[in-house]
């Protein structure tokens, strides 16, 4: 298991960016994908974007394609979600997240995820 802890969240006004940040513990760090999600209020958490362990491959949710980009820096065992024109639909706590077994994808699904951080809130206002 790896240990989580996000941060960089905050209030925006609609169209500011955000740089969210997903610090984990453990030397096995650089052998699992590692993804973003998010929970709205009254919704159901959902998938943002992975990065695989060598941070050659990333996808992302159609909702966030061309204005959010993951990263991750294996040398300082940080992920980062780099979040630019940010709507009011993008409101919600960010949750960081790394894959159940090592060298793959990243998780895609909230099932694939072993490890997690205890979130982070975005909130934009119009």
């Known amino acids: 298991q790896v240990r989580l802890v996000e941060s960089g969240g905050g209030l925006v006004q609609a169209g500011d960016s955000l740089r969210l940040s997903c610090a984990a513990s453990?030397?096995?760090?650089?052998?699992?994908?590692m993804g973003w999600f998010r929970q709205a209020p009254g919704k159901e958490r959902e998938f943002v974007a992975n990065?695989?362990?060598?941070?050659?491959?990333?996808r992302y949710a159609d909702s966030v394609k061309g204005r959010f980009t993951i990263s991750r820096d294996n040398g300082k065992n940080t992920v980062f979600l780099h979040m630019n024109n940010l709507n009011v639909e993008d409101t919600a706590v960010y949750y960081c997240?790394?894959?159940?077994?090592?060298?793959?994808?990243?998780?895609?699904?909230?099932?694939?995820?072993?490890?997690w951080g205890q979130g982070t809130q975005v909130s934009v206002s119009p």
């Open positions: 997240a790394a894959e159940r077994v090592p060298y793959g994808l990243g998780p895609g699904a909230v099932t694939d995820s072993g490890s």
């Open positions: 453990g030397r096995t760090f650089s052998t699992y994908g």
């Open positions: 990065i695989n362990y060598r941070g050659s491959i990333t």
